[in-house]
Each structure stands twice: as structure tokens, then as C-alpha cells.
């Protein structure tokens, strides 16, 4: 391999060496994970492969080299929070590795490794600088590296159960609780003398001198749920390198932010911004986190609120900060893109492709950022200013943060940390609890792989062409996840057929649902999922038995495949009719089928008006009108791109695929142009005609740059058109005019509420402040400082902020305390002279007085306010508070 050692030779001379040993090269998957509910992104090279490891899935071959792109920025695997401040740490990065399935395993896993790392045809590194690690008790590795491979003893370093359980160790791998897992052997660089750190193992093993390069994990035992190790019938190898780590060591430099592919960032970085210093950390979490943005976007995460979407925002936004930082006075992060495209490109063809795309997302985002940063900043600098070193940042400061101007609490809280401030976490949690558990919840997962349903026979889908089907087979039966004889009457479970007329959930259709008959009993199936090459059936045993290796007649419900049919139809149909209304851009974001509705997800920037919704309703309608046959052709993916199929971004398809035509065709430049042409597995009507009809109920938006559309069809949608009818008569009936001019009226209505509603808050302001100058007279000397504590009724929290600002000006060097009552609400605000902030805080008379209460609130030193429901207890908090006043005054 030649000098100097770039990270696209690195990769490459990976690859190619893994090939040269009879793997089979597969490109890296999306960073969305197929069909594998435990994981955010993608975050390791195995994770495309974990089918394969479970023995769900037969890819062909039995040895594969990749280099998958990762990222760990949320859930469980979060990085995030320390890019800029270590020399390794990154939100997205690449592994290499190389995998077994069931082939070779450790005596030529380990010469593999040795080999590449060390022979002058490869990588070359001095020998002298590598250490390894190996589970304690694993001597075949042992003896692998002693005596095959010639490492001396000393330099073969045992790892126990180190993290305080059994297999709990950094050289014992776990999938999860359960699952495969197995011993594992680290190879180490050697860093040299000049650098702090102990070998793994010692005390100072968290220093920078020895960096582990290599993972390689030996799969030989499947973990039960009491924590037994049993072995697996194809013990496999799953290894990992990180590419920035060895392209740190090849190229001569410590950490991996001097790398040829972070200094050409940082310098790109560098000459936007217009600064000269490139050493700078802000660089680094830029150079970093454009890539992981780039990446995601690539493979259709867009900025949102909730799960993905949620993870990528905050990354654009901690760039933006750190830009900010810099001296950035406008959009800027997204001329990053056009600088790792450059770098990346070759390798990773998407970014290419969707470079366009990538950055006009990051520059929205950037925009509605920027329209907030500044003010969002003054605002907390002004809180942090008032704090020292070791402080903490009030909660509710944090929350006003987010909720108003879009700051992630991690976004906050970085910036404090600059400061030596913490934010008071709990605090934040009590004011966004909902808002925090949405955007958290794609990040919390759990699956037991010891209970994943395996069935060697695969299960063959009939169900395109019939509904039911005599002399099946059912070839297991499980209860509790656990194979069993049999399931009796009333007990839920699982059967497995040899043949099925069920359709398993898919492609945004909901798993059939009917009933599996024998000689013995029922089975009521509630739905159909797929486990690997088998369709498994989740229901209750309704009478009788049922028992493994019975003859069974399998029938589907007649209605519900039908009113599933015609939504799944329908969404092809509208999906066309959103691309020809609305431009080609539009893409499937996702979707739900189900026998009551359709919902579609699709990415465009802004709302749909009512009047081209009307049009995407009619062209659907008009298609179904038109009733022409549905067309399906088994055809190989490149003939059907040929064809202009659309197909699903992300989605894996096999060799041969199933095209769906639907809908008139029109022919240009001798081209006949089907109105919807797709990729689908699902079921679907035979003539667009057997829809009926297609009506949306309804079109909104369910993140940045995604909309979602609802719809039903057939007689669901007949029975909505008949109830908004009879809802429309009912209105025209109560205000006593016609149909037509019910919106007027409405209107009408509608307009006289607000004036209303003003003259209402008018007058109670009016009234708040007729009440300032009585209130007055309530004022004590507590400590050698007026105090005015006030219970005041029929105030809610917009009228206490007027009625405070009255006070405040006949008392300014005051503490003010009101508690407003309002329908059984109380409104509670505080305010304290900035001269007496040193001895109390407003902020603390109301946490004070909220954690009487039952309720929550907070702010600022001299200017807070909560909430709290109405309490027994009221009377004797007023009574009490004056005295804990004093006491903190006296303080």
C-alpha cells in the first residue's frame, strides 16, 4: 500500500484485502435500520447483518467485508454531547469489518486481523506498538495469539467481568439481555512514552497513550433470559475498526480530528467563516456533525420534533451555535456540504446524488434557527451572567428556552458548561415532560432475540389470489415466545403454517386478522407479522385446541381484505396525484393501511392548500372513475427503474420485484406513462373502480418538511361524506339559516366572541389596577424591607403580570408577592428589587411557594412566576410566608 496513508486508500485497502480472502463486499446499509425496531440509527457494522447472525435470513454467501457508515447521536448509543471536547469522539464515523457467518471463526479470524495491520503489503504498523486483550477465559485466543501469531505473553492482556456481573466485561460481547453473544479480543496501539495512559486492565487505562483499534468479536453462545450461555449450532465473527482511529495512526498524528479528512473540513470551515485559527474546537464539532447531518439527510431523516428528525435538528443547531461562536452573521453550515461531498462523494454515491437536496434542508434549518439564536442567546446570557462558577441554572430558564426559541436542553446546557454551570435537569423535565417523552420515545427499545420466533420450514404466502386455504399445515405452536404441543381454549399465542393466505405486515399494511380452523378448535388470528422466512400468526384459541403438525383450513375476513385492498390501492393513487400536482419531489415518507383508513406520509415543505387538495382528491377519483385493471409484473430491479417505478427510499428489495400499475396511461414522445407505477408486495383491488370512492378527512403537518394525509375510501368514505351532511344540516337547523350560508354566519359569530373576549381581559385589567392602590396598604417591614404579600381573586396568570407592574411602580425596591385565583387555578408571581437579589430571589419564592401548593413554576432573580391548582392548605401558606420571607432576607 502506498505512502501517505489517505482514509479512502485505508477504506479501499480494507476492502480489497477482505476480498482477496473470499468475502463478499457489501456497501454499507442506510442509516435508518431496516426493519429492526431496536435501534435509532445505524450504529455499528453488524447491524445489517443481525438477521443473518440469528440464522433469520440466507444472504448466499458466508464471508463479508463492509464499511458502514454510523451514527451515534440518540438512544442508547449518544456521542453527542462530547464531539469538540475529546480527540475521538464523533456523531457519525465509519467502521470497517469483516464478518462470518457460520464459516471460519477464531484460527483464522485472528491471523486476518494480524496480517492486515501488520504485513508491509498491507498497513504495516510496527509490531512492537500492538497489545491485544482476550476474555479471561478464552484460551483457544489465547493460544491463537501465542502460538500462531507469536505475541509474546506479557503483551496478551486477560479481561475479566470488570462491570460488576457474570460475562459483564469490556472483552465479552452481548447483543442485548438475551440473544447472541461471546468472548472478544481487542487489539491496542501504542501511542508511545510522551503520552499519559496504562495498558487495558490498570488504573490508567483511560488515557490517550494505548487506543484500541480493532474489536473482534467471536458469536458463540446464545444468552437465555436466566443468564445461561448455550452455543450456538454456527458459532460467527463480527469485527469492527474504526477508520478515523487507524487513519490517525497511519498518518502520524494523535487524535482523529488531524486527519486528512477532518483537516480538509475544518480548513473548508475555516475559510467560510473567514478565520485563520483552524485549531479552534468549535471546527471540530463543525467538521463533525456536518457529516452526520449530510448522512442523515441523505438517507431521509428531515429536522422535526420527534424521534430522527429530532436528533438531527439538534445536531444542526449545535453547529450553528458553534459557528455563531465564530463570528457567523448568517447561514453558513450549509456551504459545508459542497466540501464533503468533495472528500466523501466517491465513496458514498448518495451524497452526490442528494447534495442539492442536503443542502437546502440545512439551510431552512439554519434559517429558522438563526431567526431565534440571537434573542435565545442574550437571553440565557444575561440568566448565566447572573450566576457563578458551580451554580445552577434554574429549570424553568431552561424550558423558556427551548419551548420559545427552539433550544435542545443539551444545547443549553453545553453553553453552561462553558460558564462551569449546570442546568437543574429536573426541574426542565417537570416543565416539557410531554415533549421530552415524544422526542424520546423512538430511542427507547426493547426486544428479547431469545424469544424471536425461528421455524426452519419458511412459511409460502398464497394470499394474493385467494382467501382461504384447505390442508394447510401448522408447523409450530408457541405460547409465552416458547414452542409448545399445544394451545387450548382461551390461551393466546402464536402458529406457524407451512402455507398462508394471511397477509403479514409490510409496506405500511397492518397484518391480516380471520381464523385457522381444525378438527380440534379455532383460532382467531388478531394479526400477522413475518419472522424471518416464516409468517406467524398472533391470536386466542376461541374453542377447542390447537396442535403443532395438525391439518388446518386457514381463512382470512372477507371484508376487512377487501376495505384494506382499496385503501392500499388508494394510496398509490394519491401518491401519483401529489407528485403530479405538487412536483416530482414529493417522496413517500412513510405510510399506514389499514381496513378503516389510509394514511400517507410525504415530504414538501409547506401546507397543502384546501384548493389543491380538492384537485389531488379529484384526480384520485377520477382514476377510480375510470376503472382500468390493475397490472402486476414480476420483473428484475433494473427493469422495473426502467420502467419508472418508483420504489422506496431505504427499503431492501430482493433480485426480482413486484410491479404495480394502476390507473390510465398517456403517452408522450411515444412513451406510454402509466398514472402510478410502484414497487408493492401488498394486496391490492383488481380495477381501480372497486375503490368506489376516495375522500380525505384530513392534511397536516408531523414535522419539518413532512405532511401526512388521511383519507378513506368505499363505504368509509360514503359514511363520512353522510355524517358531515348530517352534521351540516344539524349547524344550519340551530342557526336558523341555509346550508350555503352556514360559514357566513359562523363567521359572524366568530367575530363577535373576540370582541368579547377583549373587552373581557380589558376590563379585567382595568379592574387589576383598580385593586394595585388598596394592596398597597398590605405592605410590611419584614427585615428593614417593604414586603407585600396578596391574595387576590378573579386574577389569572395574564392579568397578574399588569397588576405586578402597577405595584412595582409606586414600590420599586420591594418584594411583591401575589397569588392570583381565577376558576379554581391559583396564578402565583413574584418580584424582587434587583438591590435585594442577593439575599432572595424571586425564583425561589416561587418554587417556595409551588412546592406548597402542589403546583411548578420559576424564573428569574428578580421576576418569576408559576402555577398551582387551588389548595386547602392556601390560607395557612399566605399565613406562613411573610416569615419565611424575612428569614431569607435576614439570611
Not at 416464516?534 to 374453542?543: F, K, P, Q, R, W
Not at 411602580?809 to 408571581?829: F, H, N, R, T
Request: proline share 4%.
Amino acid at each position: 500500500m502506498s505512502r501517505p496513508f489517505r482514509s479512502a486508500d485505508i477504506r479501499q485497502a480494507f476492502i480489497d484485502y477482505f476480498v482477496s480472502k473470499q468475502h463478499t463486499y457489501v456497501t454499507s446499509s442506510s442509516l435508518i435500520p431496516h426493519n429492526d425496531p431496536t435501534l435509532l440509527f445505524t450504529n455499528a457494522g453488524m447491524n445489517q447483518f443481525k438477521e443473518s447472525f440469528l440464522g433469520l435470513e440466507d444472504r448466499g454467501y458466508q464471508r463479508a467485508v463492509s464499511s458502514q457508515k454510523c451514527v451515534r447521536a440518540g438512544g442508547k448509543h449518544n456521542d453527542l454531547d462530547n464531539v469538540g471536547y475529546t480527540a475521538r469522539h464523533h456523531t457519525f464515523f465509519e467502521m470497517l469489518g469483516n464478518f462470518s457467518f457460520g464459516d471460519y471463526f477464531k484460527k483464522d479470524a485472528i491471523p486476518f486481523v494480524w496480517e492486515f495491520l501488520t504485513s508491509p503489503d498491507w498497513l504495516g504498523l510496527d509490531t512492537e506498538r500492538l497489545y491485544v486483550t482476550i476474555y479471561e477465559t478464552d484460551e483457544e485466543a489465547f493460544d491463537i495469539w501465542h502460538n500462531d501469531i507469536g505475541l509474546a505473553p506479557e503483551r496478551i492482556i486477560r479481561i475479566g467481568d470488570n462491570k460488576g456481573a457474570p460475562y459483564a466485561s469490556d472483552n465479552f460481547w452481548t447483543m442485548g439481555d438475551t440473544g447472541p453473544c461471546g468472548p472478544c479480543t481487542e487489539v491496542f496501539y501504542d501511542h508511545g512514552e510522551h503520552i499519559e495512559g496504562g495498558l487495558p486492565g490498570t488504573p490508567e487505562e483511560d488515557g490517550d497513550r494505548f487506543i484500541e483499534i480493532w474489536n473482534c468479536v467471536f458469536m458463540q453462545f446464545n444468552r437465555q433470559k436466566d443468564g445461561s450461555l448455550e452455543p450456538l449450532p454456527a458459532p460467527s465473527v463480527d469485527t469492527g475498526m474504526g477508520l478515523e482511529r487507524i487513519s490517525a495512526i497511519l498518518q502520524g498524528v494523535h487524535g482523529n480530528y488531524e486527519i486528512d479528512l477532518f483537516v480538509h473540513l475544518m480548513d473548508a470551515a475555516a475559510a467560510i467563516l473567514g478565520i485563520t485559527n483552524t485549531q479552534q474546537s468549535s471546527l471540530k464539532v463543525i467538521a463533525d456533525h456536518i457529516r452526520a447531518v449530510s448522512f442523515l439527510i441523505a438517507d431521509g431523516v428531515l429536522p422535526s420534533n420527534e424521534g430522527r428528525g429530532y436528533v438531527l435538528r439538534r445536531i444542526i443547531r449545535r453547529a450553528v451555535r458553534h459557528g455563531n461562536k465564530l463570528g457567523a452573521e448568517s447561514a453558513f453550515f450549509y456551504k459545508m456540504v459542497a466540501p464533503l461531498v468533495q472528500e466523501m462523494g466517491a465513496a458514498y454515491p448518495e451524497l452526490v446524488e442528494r447534495q442539492k437536496d442536503i443542502e437546502s434542508a440545512i439551510e431552512k434549518e439554519e434559517s429558522q434557527f438563526a431567526k431565534t439564536l440571537a434573542q435565545g442567546l442574550r437571553l440565557l446570557s444575561g440568566e448565566l451572567e447572573g450566576l457563578k462558577s458551580g451554580d445552577v441554572l434554574d429549570g424553568a430558564t431552561a424550558f423558556k428556552l427551548y419551548d420559545t426559541y427552539g433550544f435542545p436542553v443539551d444545547l443549553t446546557a453545553d453553553i453552561a458548561r462553558e460558564y462551569d454551570i449546570t442546568i437543574d435537569e429536573v426541574g426542565f423535565e417537570e416543565n416539557m415532560q410531554e415533549q421530552r417523552q415524544r422526542a424520546r420515545a423512538a430511542g427507547k427499545f426493547d426486544v428479547d432475540y431469545s424469544s424471536v420466533i425461528k421455524v426452519e420450514t419458511p412459511t409460502e404466502f398464497i394470499g394474493y389470489d385467494q382467501l382461504d386455504e384447505e390442508n394447510v399445515n401448522i408447523l409450530a405452536v408457541f405460547a409465552d415466545g416458547n414452542p409448545c404441543d399445544a394451545l387450548s381454549e382461551g390461551h393466546e399465542g402464536i402458529v406457524v403454517l407451512d402455507r398462508t393466505p394471511f397477509y403479514a405486515e409490510g409496506g405500511g399494511q397492518v397484518g391480516e386478522n380471520g381464523e385457522i380452523r381444525t378438527d380440534s378448535g379455532v383460532f382467531t388470528v388478531q394479526d400477522t407479522k413475518k419472522a424471518g422466512h416464516s409468517i406467524i400468526h398472533y391470536g386466542v384459541v376461541t374453542m377447542g385446541d390447537i396442535k403443532a403438525q395438525q391439518t388446518a383450513h386457514a381463512e382470512v375476513t372477507s371484508s376487512l381484505r377487501a376495505a384494506s385492498a382499496k385503501n392500499h390501492s388508494a394510496t398509490h393513487l394519491l401518491h401519483a396525484a401529489l407528485r403530479r400536482e405538487l412536483g416530482d419531489k414529493v417522496s413517500q415518507k412513510g405510510s399506514l393501511v389499514s381496513s378503516e383508513i389510509l394514511r400517507f406520509d410525504f415530504a414538501y415543505d409547506e401546507p397543502v392548500s384546501p384548493q389543491t387538495l380538492a384537485k389531488i382528491e379529484r384526480l384520485v377519483n377520477e382514476q377510480i372513475q375510470a376503472n382500468v385493471p390493475s397490472r402486476i409484473e414480476h420483473l428484475s430491479i433494473d427493469q422495473a427503474m426502467e420502467k419508472g417505478a418508483l420504489a422506496l427510499f431505504g427499503e431492501k428489495y430482493g433480485d426480482e420485484v413486484r410491479v404495480l400499475t394502476m390507473g390510465t396511461s398517456t403517452v408522450k414522445d411515444g412513451v406510454e406513462i402509466p398514472f402510478s407505477i410502484e414497487l408493492c408486495g401488498g394486496l391490492h383491488v383488481q380495477r381501480s373502480g372497486d375503490i368506489g370512492l376516495f375522500k380525505i378527512i384530513s392534511e397536516s403537518g408531523i414535522a419539518a418538511g413532512i405532511r401526512r394525509i388521511e383519507a378513506v375510501t368505499g363505504m368509509g368514505a360514503v359514511k363520512y361524506v353522510q355524517q358531515g351532511d348530517q352534521q351540516l344540516n344539524s349547524m344550519a337547523a340551530q342557526l336558523k339559516v341555509k346550508r350555503p350560508e352556514i360559514a357566513e354566519r359562523v363567521q359572524l359569530m366568530a367575530t363577535k366572541q373576540r370582541e368579547l373576549e377583549k373587552e373581557i381581559e380589558r376590563l379585567s385589567q382595568k379592574l387589576a389596577s383598580s385593586q394595585a392602590a388598596s394592596l398597597i396598604d398590605d405592605v410590611q417591614t419584614l427585615a428593614g424591607h417593604p414586603v407585600l404579600v396578596s391574595h387576590v381573586t378573579g386574577i389569572d396568570g395574564k392579568a397578574i403580570r399588569g397588576l405586578m407592574d402597577d405595584i412595582k411602580s409606586k414600590l420599586p425596591e420591594s418584594v411583591l408577592v401575589l397569588i392570583g385565583e381565577k376558576d379554581g387555578q391559583l396564578a402565583l408571581a413574584a418580584s424582587v428589587a434587583k438591590s435585594l437579589t442577593s439575599n432572595i430571589k424571586a425564583g425561589d419564592i416561587i418554587r417556595h411557594l409551588a412546592g406548597e401548593l402542589g403546583g411548578k413554576g420559576g424564573g428569574k432573580p428578580d421576576y418569576a412566576q408559576g402555577g398551582a391548582p387551588k389548595a386547602d392548605n392556601l390560607p395557612q401558606v399566605i399565613a406562613d410566608l411573610p416569615a419565611w420571607i424575612e428569614g431569607q432576607l435576614s439570611a
